[in-house]
Every structure is written in structure tokens, then in C-alpha cells.
């Protein structure tokens, strides 16, 4: 028999602990695979930050640095000047990247640093109770915004990538989702494209991702996977937002 799928060479032998319908399996799935295609698992290190995307580390068999909420960028930073040759990549959701980090973010990609970074949006706080976070819809209720998001009191959601993709010094911003096959094939690319950008030294790059959270949305996984199409897919524009031409050549 054939063998026509297996476990990914950048995934360890631990099991997923994430909640059931949680995409960050799938997300790190299509992360490790890009590794393995590239050959380059053994030259990468990975920079954790805290909450559910913390858990990263557990996962992946590259090396790994955990970083404190919202410094990912700034320790990635500092290890890819330190060691040029090694492949560095953060993982973060939208709470650590989009709010606590949001300076660590900007400044990084205004000074082109040579990193990946990798953004899981579940418009949420994940791990720490469901708060609202700066990606939490119009009228998305959360523990902290029982009534529903509003934008007179505490403005609009931060589309973050379109935000990124204005800086000179981010090379290449994709946003895509894991709502289906088809969009999980278009995130698989999107990933190993911002490797590559990274591999030929062309500056800073960005890959957002939708995703779901269906235990603090409070729906089943299929469910989660709805919402996402009929309310995050309308705010949240897919596509490479951001190409230079030196990418345009990988």
C-alpha cells in the first residue's frame, strides 16, 4: 500500500492539547511541513510568546525561545542579528502581535528585519478568558465586551496586516485563512513564500491567518468554521496584500 500522507518531519511525537476545532494544529501542521520541504528544520529557531500560541514550542522539532506577551518580534530580533545564519520565525495570535507587541511589530518591520512572523487571528484572547482584542468584530461579544464590540467606545477592529504592509520595510504580507482545502493550499504558500523571502535575506514578512476559537466563541468546531466564512472573511481581506519585486522573483 501506499503511503500517501504522514506526520510531518517538523512536528514531534506529542499530541495536540488544543481545544477540539481549534486551527492551530492545522496552522503548525502546514508551518512544519514548510520546514520539512525546505530543509531547513535543523537551522530554525522558533520564538514563542504567551497564550495558546505559546504552547508552539511543545510541537515543533526545530529549536525553540520563549519570549515574554508581546516581544516575540524584539527576541527574534536580537537572535537573528546574533546568529544571521539561522532561519527565525514567531508565532503569535492576534492579542500578542496586534496589542501588547504592536510597537515590537512596527518597529521590526520598519527596520526590515530579516525574520518571519506568523499571526494567528481568532479575533479573541484565546487562553487568558476571552477578552475582546483589538481583532474582535463590531458587535462581537466577549467577557469583556458582554454587549457586543462598539465602536464609539472602543473604535473599529485592527485589520493588522494592512497596517504592516505600509511599512517600507516589510517585503512581503499575506492574510489568508483555514477555513477550508482550498484556503489551507493558499496558506501552505503564503508560509513558505516568507520563509523563502527570509532565506534570500529580502527584509521582513508577514502571514496572518485566520482562524477559530470555538470554545471562547461558544460554538461547535463546525460551527466556528461558519462564523468565520460569514463574518471574518467580509473584514478581513485575503490575499497578498503586500509583494515586492524582489519577492515577485522567488
Known amino acids: 500500500m501506499n503511503k500517501v500522507f504522514e506526520r510531518s518531519k517538523g512536528l514531534s511525537d506529542a499530541h495536540f492539547t488544543f481545544c477540539p476545532g481549534c486551527t492551530h494544529g492545522t496552522i503548525m501542521r502546514l508551518i512544519a511541513e514548510v520546514m520539512d520541504e525546505l530543509q531547513i528544520i535543523e537551522e530554525t529557531i522558533g520564538v514563542s510568546p504567551v497564550g495558546c500560541a505559546g504552547f508552539c514550542q511543545d510541537f515543533f522539532t526545530c529549536d525553540f525561545v520563549g519570549a515574554a506577551h508581546g516581544r516575540a518580534q524584539a527576541v527574534g530580533t536580537g537572535i537573528k542579528r546574533s546568529l544571521p545564519d539561522k532561519m527565525v520565525f514567531t508565532y503569535q495570535g492576534d492579542g500578542d ?13 520598519a527596520r526590515g528585519e530579516k525574520i518571519t512572523s506568523i499571526m494567528v487571528n481568532n479575533a479573541i484572547y484565546g487562553m487568558t478568558g476571552g477578552q475582546m482584542a483589538p481583532t474582535t468584530l463590531e458587535g462581537m461579544k466577549t467577557s469583556t465586551s458582554p454587549f457586543g464590540r462598539d465602536p464609539i467606545d472602543v473604535g473599529m477592529p485592527m485589520d493588522f496586516p494592512k497596517i504592516i504592509a505600509n511599512i517600507p520595510g516589510a517585503v512581503y504580507v499575506a492574510s489568508v485563512s483555514v477555513d477550508s482545502p482550498k484556503n489551507i493550499n493558499k496558506a501552505k504558500k503564503a508560509i513558505k513564500k516568507a520563509f523563502q523571502v527570509q532565506q534570500a535575506g529580502l527584509g521582513f514578512a508577514l502571514v496572518s491567518i485566520l482562524s ?9 468546531p463546525i460551527d466556528s468554521l461558519q462564523w468565520l466564512r460569514e463574518n471574518m472573511l467580509p473584514v478581513y481581506e485575503l490575499g497578498e496584500l503586500k509583494e515586492t519585486e524582489e519577492v515577485k522573483k522567488l
Open 97 to 109: 502581535i496586534a496589542a501588547i507587541g504592536t510597537q515590537h511589530a512596527i518597529h521590526c518591520a
Open 212 to 220: 477559530t476559537c470555538p470554545t471562547n466563541w461558544g460554538m461547535s
